[in-house]
Every structure is written in C-alpha cells, then in structure tokens.
C-alpha cells in the first residue's frame, strides 16, 4: 500500500504540474492514502508548497537589497507579509512573517489551545498539529510507560484531541513520537518556514527549513492568520570542510560550536551551515546539529539543500516534493558571495568526538580528556547511568551505530556495566529498529526500550537508583543538562554526547575510558578494543510505520464538543490579564533577585509539574522555585518585603498580588535560557509580576514576556545589577511616553531613604507596545477583532 500510494501521489503531482503550465505548486489530496505510512498523506487539504511564492518574494527582496542573500534570508524573507515594503536590517528592524505551519508538543498545546479558545475565532488559519510526547514518564518500559500515561493523562489527551477536532488542528496521539521526529519524517521540507511551541523546533533545519521556537502566543498568532514578528536576524556562517569518519558523529559538530559560541553566542541569529563539508553528513545528522542550536541561544539553524536531504525525502514517502525542490534548488542554497556576520570554520576531517558538561551544555571537552577533566575538578567519574535517543539524536542512524558498539561488547561477552536506556524518537523509528534487529542488540547489552517519547530528557523520568542528593554521574545523547534538568537531583552531573558515545562509555562504565585509544578486557580476560561503529543511515528496505497513531481534524468540527470541567486541576480557561491603568510603575517590591543561570526550568520546572501546564493557577505554584536568591543563596526563599519573614517564591507573590503590591524580579545573563515555556511569563504575570530586569535576555523568554504584558527591560549599564538590592523599591517611570528605541528611567528606592536613577534599555516596537497597553497580545487581538467587527 505505501509504494501504491507514493505512485499515486507522483502521478497526481506530475498531472497537476502539466495541467498548470507553469504554476508550481504542490497540493496534497489525503484521499489517496488513509495510513500514517506516508508522510505526505498527514497534510491537510488545501496545504500547498508553493515555491513560485518563495521565488516571487525572493526576487522583490533581491532587487531592493541589490546583494547576494544567504540561504536563511532567501526562505527568512521569501515569507514576508509584505516583501516590497517591509523595512529590512539585520538585528535591528522586526519583519512580519507568514510561516507555512505551526507545531505543537502536548506540554505546551495546552496553553496554546486555551489561549486559541478564548481568542473567539473559529478555526486555524494555516495547517496545524499536536504531538503527544511531553506528559509520557519513563519508568518501567515503553509499552508499560505509555499504557500509565494513557490513564493518567487521559482528561488532557481528550481536551487535546477535541480541541484540535474542532479547530481543525491534526493530533498525533501519544506514543506516536517526539515533536520534532515526527516533523522531520512528515512536515518540514527545504524552503518551509515551520514554527513550533518547542525550542527544540529547528532540528526541522536538518531538511532545509526555516523552523523556529516560539511561545504559545506566537503559535496563536499564526494559526489565527495574523503576520508573525520576528526581529530580522543576524546570519552567523559555519563553514564545514573535510569529512566526518570514525567516532566523530554529527552532534561533535554542534558541541564544538557550543563550547565556541556559548550558551548565548547565537542570540538574534540564525546558523546557517555550508561549505563541502556538509555533504559528508546525513540529513538526520543535520537535523541533530540543528536541533541543539537551541543551546547556544540561535533563533534556528539550517543546511542548505542537497543529494542527503533527497535521499531522506524519497524514504520517507516524499519524493515529488524532492522533485519540485530539485526544481528550485537555487532558492534552496545560498547564493554565492553572500555575507555572514560571523563566520565560524570547522574542518570535520580534524575534529575529534567532545562530551560537554556538567550543568551546561557549552562547557566542551575532548572525550580523551574528560577523565582527566572529572578527576580534576571532583566529578564522579564513574557513570550510573547511560541514556540515548531523544529528539536530537533517535534517527535510524543513531541507533546503528549504538548497535554497531553494542554488538562488538556482546561479540566479547560483555555487557553496559552502567544502567542503559534508548528512547526512540518516533513510532517509525521503534518500529523499524525492531523490525532490523537494533533493539534486539540494544536490549541484550543491558538496555530498556522506553517509550516514544521525550522522557528522561525533559524530566520525566522515575529514576530509582539514586537519592536526592547523592552526587553521581550520568551521559546522554541528548541536548540540555542544567542542574536538576533530568531527574530533579542537582547533584546529578549530566554530560551531552553522541549515541555511540554514550554506548561505549555504558559498556565501560567510566568517564575515563576513550574508545579511540583505550582497551576493554573480554569475559575470556583477552583485552580488545572497540571499532569506530558504521551503519546504514537510512533502511535498506521501507521504514515500518508501526501503528497508525494520527488524528485528522474534520472537515467541519463545529458541532465537537470542547470540555473542560470547572473543577479541574488540570485545565484552566483564561481569564484576560488586565489592562495598563495609564500610570507609571511607582514603588515596586523586588520579589526576588536572581544570581547567575536563571533558564526557564529554574522559572518553571518541569518533571512532575507537566501535569498542571493547562492549569495557570496550579502550575503558579512553581514560580522561580528554582531560582537562586542573591541575599541568602538559597533557592525558593525569598524576603516578604511586608512581614520581614523569609518564605517560597510562589507563596511571597501571592501574598503581594492579594495585599495589591506589585513586583519586580531582577536577573542576571541571558534570562531565560532554554525551554520555549512561556509559563515562564505566564506565571509572573498571573501572580501580579509587571516588569523583569535583567543584564540580557534569551530571545523567547523575551518576547513571551511581551505577549503577556510584562515590561523585559535590560540595563543600559550592566554595572547598575550590583546598585539594586532584594529591600530596595523600584519605580519605572515615563510610561506615557513609551516608544520604540527609547530608554525607560528606573528610580531606585534604598531602606535609608536615598534614591538612585538608571536607565533600562527594551526592543519593544510600536504594536508590542500595544501589547503591554492592552495588557497582552491577546488581549490587543480581541481589540482588533472588535475595531474590524
């Protein structure tokens, strides 16, 4: 049935393309094939990959801006709104944006649904998905983990489902696989401009997209019709040359830029991969090095078309769209003599396999350094546990080549001496490694298949071996590692590495074992030492799809009914924030002051607070818990600034919201790193929050706290962090006459009575400056719907 269907499908685009001499477009018909095997079929009908737009629009911006344009500005601004009018400049001017699709993971399409619902309209304006794979923990295994979720998850799945039924939104059930997986097999192609409710969203860059984590605002935004912002990035070039071999995979590329960019060196730009060195990796290899540019702080990360992304196109049911692409290639590269920012050069022949940690995912190392590394500086060297998969690094692929060194260890009769776990990235994926006896390998080596989904790598995972704060060493192949990111314990010292990498190091059981150099002693005590692993990148025959896991959204969903129970504990409907009364911010308390590395987990856990993610109210409860207070050192204790008495964050801004009092947080570098979350913003807004100042933000964290009509202000001196204490007041003033461009004055009221004036500088434009007057995006939306109405 699938080769039936992938004919089907060629012969009606080869049909329509004569048919319309010249307009070149694709268009899907679903009809042609009912079964999630070919991934084309998931589009909805009326979906086009409309290249002679792209085209269009290229040509206008060339003309205007009379240079060659790298390829991410080729696809950045073959989406403008407006391309003849629209005001271009790296860094500085914001373009409105008309994305092809939006994406959402359960976690967070729960917030975005929510805020879709109270948004009036009554259907999504461009294609849209949910994918279940958030709320899954891993304890016992992957059907066991998947049949508990099921249960206990069961009212969120329903308001999910429904929800997507009436508003025309596809859902991917759970079990069916990671977000991003699932994008790369069925969405993202070269040229698309994708957005996702996930920062983990540009590993769709590994197929030649322009795919970018947002916030649930920004998601309602598109899926509602209206034009996205996005302030014109920067164009950072890595330019690749040699080839990869050996151990020396893919992520070693990502973690060498990391350790050389930083956490934040990416922030308001994209990395834009190029240069011969890009054809020696396969396209789940480019996605896995797009997928971690969310660590450095990039808007997203891409690689320009080639035969590798062909290649995964033709085997996942799309090789019409590899066709057409083909077509417009030169739209699909970047042009030469184009001009990067920065320019950054990797020769893949030299580099060597890296393992990056702990605590953060920039602090890279040689892997025939890390044992010396760990003993040095006091980490555990011996491993507990040995994790792989997740969205950055479940392909085909990735687990061949963990097969390839786990088979060598079974061939020696030996097996992980650590705890060993594989997560498969899709339904696709399980399936197909079953089907070719990876998982079979992978399982007689020590490992547990868990289930589709994100698992130990966002926190949910049910870990039994340790205890809270016992100090202990874990390797991944996955993409964060801050403090608690895993398992809650913050003295879990968690390193990043590839698949293979973290295969070897299970078997050996010791951070001071390289496998390019250093032997392993067999049962037969006979010393061997492991080959460098090979493996196909793509199945020799078709991929199994496993089992039909998507949900079609209706033709017509009005008549779907949309439940969510007035009692629930874990969905909400949202009340709209209030508005700005006009007025300057005088005397606000400081709820707390945050010293260093505040990501959105410290201001937003995750683990067991998934489950309340469709509740504002509940998941308030987290509020910053994570977050170290300068005045004591200490996390979740703060000063009321009322009673004098030291108490949780959370506990301390309600008591401030039901006195009236409103508050400041005052932070240190790149405010909220990491996740998409925009709990992050919700939360401090829900609890009375109005503004939060800080030495520079991360740019998601950023413009969520603009959709929710709070003031992310920075301070024009960094020096003036160190003038504000946790008992001081604050007052922002000139409000009235807020505007793009133009500091605001902070006065700064000390215990002693003197004061103190600073300047804090925004990137606030005209219409998110309406924002914050109506007191949200939302909230400005419902007054433009009305204006029109």
Not at 24 to 46: D, G, I, T, W
Not at 258 to 275: D, F, R, S
Not at 451 to 465: L, S, T, V
Not at 473 to 481: F, K, L, W
């Amino acid at each position: 049935r699938n080769s039936f269907c992938k004919v089907s499908v060629l012969i009606l685009f080869f049909f329509q393309h004569a048919l319309n001499s010249g307009v070149r477009r694709y268009h899907v018909a679903p009809v042609l094939c009912q079964r999630a095997k070919v991934a084309m079929s998931h589009f909805e009908p009326n979906e086009y990959i409309n290249y002679e737009k792209l085209e269009k629009n290229i040509n206008i911006v060339r003309k205007r801006l009379d240079r060659p344009l790298t390829l991410s500005e080729k696809i950045v601004y073959g989406h403008l709104d407006d391309p003849a009018k629209q005001e271009i400049e790296r860094g500085k001017t914001y373009l409105r944006l008309r994305p092809d699709r939006v994406a959402m993971q359960d976690a967070t399409a729960q917030m975005a649904m929510l805020q879709f619902i109270s948004s009036g309209l009554p259907k999504v304006a461009v294609p849209s998905t949910i994918h279940c794979d958030h709320l899954i923990e891993a304890q016992s295994g992957g059907e066991k983990d998947l049949r508990r979720a099921k249960d206990i998850n069961q009212e969120v799945y329903n308001f999910l489902a429904t929800a997507g039924a009436k508003y025309g939104v596809g859902f991917w059930k759970p079990g069916s696989g990671i977000i991003h997986q699932i994008i790369l097999e069925n969405y993202s192609y070269p040229g698309v401009m994708l957005i996702g409710t996930d920062s983990h969203t540009p590993n769709g860059g590994g197929l030649g997209g322009i795919c970018i984590g947002v916030g649930g605002a920004d998601a309602v935004d598109v899926m509602a019709g209206i034009p996205w912002e996005l302030k014109c990035p920067k164009v950072i070039g890595v330019k690749l040359t040699g080839k990869l071999s050996g151990w020396t995979s893919p992520k070693d590329v990502i973690l060498k830029v990391a350790g050389i960019l930083t956490v934040k060196g990416g922030t308001g730009a994209i990395i834009e991969y190029h240069g011969p060195g890009v054809d020696s990796i396969s396209c789940t290899g480019m996605a896995t090095i797009c997928n971690m540019g969310a660590e450095i702080g990039a808007t997203t990360s891409i690689f320009p078309y080639n035969e590798r992304m062909k290649k995964y196109l033709g085997k996942t049911g799309r090789a019409d769209i590899a066709a057409l692409a083909d077509e417009f290639k030169q739209h699909l590269v970047p042009d030469s003599g184009c001009h990067y920012d920065q320019v950054i050069e990797i020769n893949l022949s030299e580099l060597k396999p890296h393992i990056n940690g702990p605590f953060t995912p920039d602090l890279a190392h040689p892997v025939s350094d890390i044992g010396s590394v760990a003993e040095k500086e006091g980490w555990p060297v011996d491993i507990r546990v040995g994790l792989i998969g997740s969205c950055t690094n479940s392909s085909y692929e990735d687990m061949g080549r963990s097969a390839a060194v786990a088979k060598q260890a079974l061939a020696h009769g030996l097996k992980c001496k650590s705890k060993f776990t594989i997560t498969p990235g899709s339904e696709q994926i399980r399936a197909t490694i079953e089907r070719d006896g990876y998982a079979k390998i992978l399982r007689e080596v020590g490992g547990l298949v868990l289930a589709n989904a994100c698992g130990p790598c966002i926190g949910q995972w049910d870990r039994k071996d340790i205890k809270k704060g016992e100090k202990n060493t874990i390797v991944t192949s996955y993409n964060r590692n801050f403090t608690g990111r895993n398992d809650a314990n913050p003295e879990t010292h968690a390193f990043v590495t590839s698949p293979e990498i973290v295969t070897a190091l299970s078997i050996a059981g010791t951070l001071k074992f390289n496998p390019e150099t250093d032997y392993l002693t067999g049962a037969d005590g006979k010393k061997f030492k492991l080959e460098a692993p090979d493996a196909d990148e793509l199945p020799k025959l078709e991929f199994d799809p496993g089992q039909d896991t998507y949900q079609y959204p209706p033709k017509d969903g009005s008549g779907q009914h949309v439940d969510v129970s007035p009692t629930s504990q874990r969905l909400q409907l949202l009340e709209p924030f209030d508005k700005w009364d006009g007025k300057d911010l005088e005397d606000m308390l400081i709820l707390i002051k945050v010293k260093g590395k505040c990501t959105t987990d410290h201001i937003s856990a995750a683990g067991p607070w998934l489950k309340f993610r469709g509740h504002l109210d509940n998941i308030s409860n987290n509020l910053l818990i994570g977050a170290i207070n300068i005045e004591n050192g200490k996390a979740n204790s703060v000063r009321n600034a009322l009673t004098q008495e030291f108490g949780p964050v959370p506990d301390t801004a309600r008591y401030y919201k039901k006195m009236g009092v409103k508050w400041a947080v005052i932070g240190d570098e790149n405010y909220g790193e990491g996740s998409s979350r925009e709990h992050a913003a919700l939360e401090p807004r829900h609890l009375g929050g109005r503004v939060i100042i800080t030495k520079s933000f991360a740019r998601i964290h950023e413009t969520n706290l603009k959709k929710q009509g709070l003031l992310p202000l920075t301070f024009a001196d960094p020096a003036d962090y160190n003038k504000i204490h946790p008992v001081d007041k604050l007052s922002i003033v000139g409000l009235k006459d807020f505007a793009p461009g133009k500091p605001l004055k902070c006065i700064i009221k000390h215990p002693n009575g003197s004061q103190e004036t600073i300047m804090l500088n925004h990137t606030f434009n005209e219409s998110q400056i309406e924002w914050f007057q109506a007191g949200s995006a939302l909230n400005r939306m419902k007054e433009l719907q009305q204006k029109s109405s």
